[in-house]
């Protein structure tokens, strides 16, 4: 062990770092990572964060460029002024969604300076493979990238973040290939288009519909895009409001302060592995006038409509398709009066009928399927595409597809009579994970309960996160290095379970996990006259073609990896003592939009991390 140790302070000590003040906050379970102290003549000298032997030699010199080493385009440098807030991306910038600099170097963190400066907070930040979206802090959406501005794959720049919608006080954004939908404070979902061309208002454009409540016609004003508003069918009950939205490939999920669960089609894909969770729905036809008539349409999955599509030919040819002779009272989904790119394509939201009683806490959209929590029991319900064992059934469960709601059991790798409930879902492309807090006995203490990260589904990258580069995995199975994991508490002197505070899973398949590794005994660290709490360990992992998890190369890790601070070195908001970048939570003393307008004061921020498409980012978001 005193060897483990003087290896890793000898690793420190070859980097130039300085070693400062006192972490007193241990970090206990086997195989994890921990800080340890090292003492010298009698006294406390220092600190070194030391990487269990799973991971031991990804930090290593030969891994990441040392702390001498320029990284970035010229001038990348992050601001240094006091309340600067920096938002800092990397990864892929094929189609300028990470940048818009033509010197951009995806292999180290930058700027984006378009959503930096002084106060500057975001409250949401998206990325899709084309076009990106955020929403600044006076609730307005902006949007940039070739997919957006509609420029040609070659294009050596693109312009900056183009404000959209304005107005609506948005909170939450989540992007498809053809739409934004948005979420505004007051509990409606608006949609608008993710290309600048087809936002313009003409006269041909048709009418805004909004709710009965609306007093715009006093004045005939016009709104400064085309958007539309999606109304629920029922319609929502007194007082309630959608407070969540999520996004797959061609479906949306919607969630209500009353925990009910609305879905709506994107595409004509949008229940290709039943993912919709109805097969029913009402699309508005773009050879109408009039948006009050539309057109009953089933949308059927693809196992449905030819169960012998991923055969051999011969073999189809002795055993046919059935032929299904479709209703009459619906419409084939490839009408040619149906624009899928049109925002208007589907303009209702329909309450998922299976759902119906069922109290929800949380939505979660993966590319093909969609989860969602009970509020009461954690349990997960799943149903959509399964493949690659995504929908976490077992591994006897080899169906492609799951058509309806089916509960996951979440307690297969656990000893008899362990309690296990879902706190937290994630999901992106073909994986998903599920934190779950488990405990034995019927009244549990602070030290009986444990919190792990359970992944299942699609690991050829790593993205399961268990070591491993499994293509399918049906059986949860636990995340290492940050299962597990407890934290001492120096106040209440005992071991407390550390969660995870985020888990952001890419389409393309990396995650990062922020561990809500705050100090428990109330340290502040001023820095600038500034008071900031830090401590939140940001981990990446899965794949890495694209530089996308900021290590400086290529190569996927299959196990969450801390992200070092070298390549963030020289920013205010960035330490680089510990040699690993740790999110910070602060208040500025005036919070700012993307306008230079002051919107509050002594505004609470938080850092805040998105894995997006093939690209990564950290930006301060506004704690609302």
Not at 84 to 108: C, F, M, R
Not at 576 to 591: C, F, G, I, K, P
Request: aromatic share 8%.
């Amino acid at each position: 062990m005193q060897a483990h140790f003087a290896r890793s302070a000898r690793i420190c000590l070859r980097r130039g770092v300085r070693w400062q003040g006192i972490h007193t906050t241990a970090v206990s379970g086997r195989g994890r990572a921990g800080l340890y102290m090292f003492i010298a003549g009698g006294g406390l000298v220092g600190a070194a964060f030391v990487l269990p032997p799973v991971y031991q030699d990804i930090l290593e010199e030969c891994d990441v460029p040392g702390a001498s080493t320029s990284f970035g385009a010229k001038g990348s440098k992050v601001s240094t002024g006091k309340d600067e807030l920096d938002t800092i991306t990397w990864g892929a910038n094929q189609y300028h969604t990470v940048s818009t600099d033509a010197s951009y170097n995806p292999k180290s963190p930058s700027p984006f300076r378009s959503m930096s400066g002084a106060g500057v907070a975001l409250r949401d930040l998206a990325f899709h493979e084309k076009h990106a979206a955020c929403v600044d802090a006076s609730g307005d959406i902006y949007q940039w990238g070739d997919g957006f501005f509609d420029l040609p794959s070659d294009s050596q720049s693109s312009p900056g973040p183009a404000l959209t919608l304005s107005g609506k006080d948005i909170i939450a954004i989540t992007l498809s290939q053809y739409k934004v939908y948005a979420l505004s404070r007051s509990g409606k979902v608006y949609v608008l288009s993710s290309k600048q061309k087809a936002q313009a208002v003409t006269d041909e454009t048709p009418g805004m519909r909004s709710s009965w409540w609306s007093v715009s016609w006093l004045w005939n004003a016009k709104p400064n895009i085309d958007h539309v508003e999606l109304l629920p069918e029922p319609k929502r009950q007194q007082s309630e409001k959608f407070v969540s939205i999520s996004a797959g490939r061609s479906h949306i999920l919607a969630l209500t302060s009353h925990g009910r669960t609305f879905a709506a089609p994107v595409t004509s894909f949008a229940n290709s592995h039943g993912q919709l969770g109805m097969r029913k729905v009402q699309l508005t036809s773009s050879s109408q006038t009039s948006l009050s008539t539309r057109m009953p349409v089933e949308l059927l999955p693809n196992a449905l409509v030819d169960p012998f599509a991923r055969f051999a030919p011969a073999v189809r040819t002795i055993s046919p398709a059935p032929t299904v002779s479709p209703p009459t009272t619906t419409t084939a989904p490839r009408d040619e009066t149906l624009d899928e790119t049109d925002i208007r394509y589907c303009d209702m939201l329909f309450e998922v009928p299976s759902l119906k009683g069922v109290d929800v806490a949380q939505v979660v959209a993966g590319s093909r399927s969609s989860y969602v929590r009970t509020r009461k029991e954690g349990r997960v319900l799943g149903f959509g595409a399964n493949e690659f064992g995504q929908m976490a059934l077992g591994g006897a469960y080899t169906t492609d597809f799951v058509p309806a709601p089916t509960e996951i059991i979440l307690t297969r790798g656990y000893p008899g009579g362990t309690n296990v409930k879902c706190i937290d879902v994630a999901a992106g492309g073909d994986i998903v994970y599920f934190t779950v807090e488990t405990s034995k006995g019927a009244v549990p203490t602070s030290s009986d309960i444990n919190i792990d990260l359970l992944a299942a589904g699609m690991g050829q990258f790593g993205s399961l996160g268990n070591a491993g580069y499994i293509q399918a995995q049906g059986t949860p199975v636990k995340v290492k290095v940050i299962s597990g994991v407890k934290e001492y508490n120096e106040v209440t002197r005992s071991n407390q379970p550390l969660a995870c505070k985020l888990v952001s899973a890419s389409p393309t398949g990396h995650t990062i996990v922020l561990l809500d590794t705050f100090q428990l005994d109330g340290n502040v660290h001023a820095q600038n006259g500034d008071q900031t709490r830090k401590g939140r360990d940001v981990l990446v992992w899965g794949a890495n073609s694209n530089y996308q998890l900021g290590l400086g190369k290529r190569s996927s890790m299959a196990v969450p990896t801390p992200l070092p601070s070298v390549s963030f070195i020289g920013g205010y908001d960035v330490d680089d003592q510990l040699n690993r970048m740790m999110a910070r939570e602060r208040t500025v003393s005036a919070l700012t939009d993307l306008k230079g307008k002051k919107v509050a004061k002594n505004a609470k921020v938080e850092q805040s991390v998105v894995a997006g498409w093939g690209c990564s980012a950290m930006y301060w978001k506004v704690v609302q």
